[in-house]
Every structure is written in C-alpha cells, then in structure tokens.
C-alpha cells in the first residue's frame, strides 16, 4: 500500500483555497491513500468539507483521509474556563464546534468520519468541545484508524484497537517553542513510541513549518514512524522537503515482526 502525505506550504481560514492548494500539489502523484493535515477544511459547512474531500477522492483515484474542520461555530474571542479539570466549562455562547473529518475511498464512497477527542491549545481557548472516539477503516484488506493530531498522545486511544495495520494522523502543530525543532523531536519520538508499542505504522501528515494558525506558528511535524525498519535509522523518515512524499507500507514484513514479538513473549 502506498500511502501519500501532503505537507501544504501555508493554511487559509478559507477552507476551499486549502482545498484548492491541495488539488494542485497532488495532481501528478499516485497512490492508495493519501493523508490531508488538520483543518484542511478550516470552518467549512458540513456538507461542504464532505463534498470537497469526496471531489478530491474521485479526482486523484485514492482513497483520501481528508484532514479535518470544524463542524458547528468557533468562538474567536476568550471563553470563560473554570479551574483546569475541576467540573464542567463555561464556553461562550457561540462556541460548540467540534475538530472533525471524513475519509472516502477512491470511488467517493464514505469510508470513516472521525473526531478530535482531545482539544487542545488555541483550540481550548475558543471553545472547541471534545468529539467522541470512532472506529477505524477498512482498505485493500487492512484496518487503519484516523486519530486527529494531539489523540495521537494518548495512548488510551489506542488501546483495545490490536492489530491495527496503520495510524493516520492528521496534525497542526502549532507550537510555543522557539523554533521547530523541539516539537519534531517530541513528535518523532512519540510516533516511533506508538508504532513500536502497538506494532503498527504511524503517518503524520501536517503543514509546512512556516504556516501559521491565528499567529500560533506550525512546527511542521510530517513523517512516518515504521516498528520494523531494515536499520535503525529507518524507524522515522521526516520531515520532508517536499509537499507531498509517498511511503510504502510493507504488510507482509509487519505481519512477520508481529509474528516475531509474540514469538519472543511480548504478547
């Protein structure tokens, strides 16, 4: 399965001009799926994320993870919080979005929708509301899970989803380091650890580190973790130069380091 990762070089609050970007990098690449970054939609109405994902799935002829948007209105302004996880939160009267995505397959059909379970960030601050955990997909035979940028920190998500063949993570990571480095280290590290753990693939797919999110600035985070690389400097490959790289997944060498780990007693 090959699998492409789109790394736009900046992010609209126009979610069609995202889209329209979007179609121009990918049009001369191929593959099976391919991963879109968090927002992608920005603030697009439901049913117009939904036909712009389901346009670019038919267009390119893969099945397309399709980032993400926020369904329902974000409140810009502050939003009054109570004490940090003592009881509910005061969101302002025009909050009650929530971070969420769609996946369709190569023939527009809907494949998967997903939420952000964990808001995070700018996005506490404008009222965002936690989405609900959702199940994976099926593609050529294999089961991939979409977990929407900081889910991907928690390991509870995970958790009881055994014998996922991929992770798809689109990601906006908007950082308060000074730089990109730390965040990509931090990232690379978590990626590999989930990969390793839950002996599966992890692509994530982000903006260019120069895009900018309402002033917050992008670390630019894209890679791929792989749990059985040939050598050890195969286990994260990011981030790319370019705005679309393409990664193989090799099924029947993960098949055989499952098979291996449980040989040796960690499962």
Known sequence: MKILLVQPPRWSPDGHANFDAIEELVASHAGDVMVLPELAGSSLPRAGYLARVRSLARRSGMAVVGGSHYDGPVHRGPVNRGPVNRGPVNRGVNSGAVNRGAVFGADGTLLAEYDKVHPYGVELLSGVLPGRPSAGFELHGRRLRVLL???????????????????????????????????????????????????????????????????????????????????????????????????????????????????????
């Open 149 to 267: 940028c900081a889910d991907l920190w928690y390991s509870a998500s995970l958790a009881g989803h055994d014998g996922l063949d991929a992770v798809l993570v689109p990601a906006f990571s908007v950082t308060r380091w000074d730089g990109p480095a730390p965040a990509r280290e931090l990232w690379r590290h978590m990626s590999v650890a989930r990969a390793y753990e839950f002996m599966t693939y992890v692509a994530v797919s982000d903006w260019h580190h120069e895009a900018t999110y309402l002033g917050h600035p992008c670390a630019g985070v894209t890679g791929f973790a792989d749990p059985c690389p040939r050598t050890h400097e195969g286990f994260f490959s990011g981030p790319p130069v370019a705005a679309v790289s393409a990664y193989d997944l090799d099924f029947d060498r993960l098949d055989a380091f499952r098979h291996d780990r449980a040989e040796r007693g960690f499962r």
